[in-house]
């Protein structure tokens, strides 16, 4: 397993734009498939976007889709998510995850078994 850390929420406007950063240990990070995903108050955990161990294939969320995007950097173990366009029903706690296995292109949270503490996410109307 890797040990997971995000960072970078915040409070935005309507309209406005983050980055998050997720920071992993381990030595065998690059082998491993990459995920956000993003719980709101009083809902499920969400699927975000993911991104396999490469990097070569992304996905999202219809929801996220065109707005936000996923990418990786394996020499410095951090995935990101840059999420453009943010309004209030982007609002949550945003979760790092990984795996070693491979996922479908709508992965459910029980397909990773490495989890981050979580990162808040307001967007301010």
């Known amino acids: 397993q890797v040990q997971l850390v995000e960072s970078g929420g915040g409070l935005v406007l309507d309209g406005g734009s983050l980055r998050l950063s997720c920071a992993a240990s381990?030595?065998?990070?690059?082998?491993?498939?990459m995920a956000w995903f993003r719980q709101a108050p009083g809902k499920e955990r969400e699927f975000v976007a993911a991104?396999?161990?490469?990097?070569?294939?992304?996905y999202y969320d219809d929801s996220v889709k065109g707005r936000f995007t996923i990418s990786r950097d394996n020499a410095n173990n951090t995935v990101y998510l840059q999420m453009n366009s943010l309004n209030p029903e982007d609002t949550a706690v945003y979760y790092c995850?990984?795996?070693?296995?491979?996922?479908?292109?709508?992965?459910?949270?029980?397909?990773?078994?490495?989890w981050g503490q979580g990162t808040q996410v307001t967007v301010s109307s």
């Open positions: 995850a990984a795996d070693s296995l491979a996922f479908s292109p709508t992965p459910a949270a029980g397909d990773f078994g490495s």
């Open positions: 381990g030595r065998t990070f690059s082998s491993y498939g």
């Open positions: 991104i396999t161990w490469r990097g070569g294939s992304t």
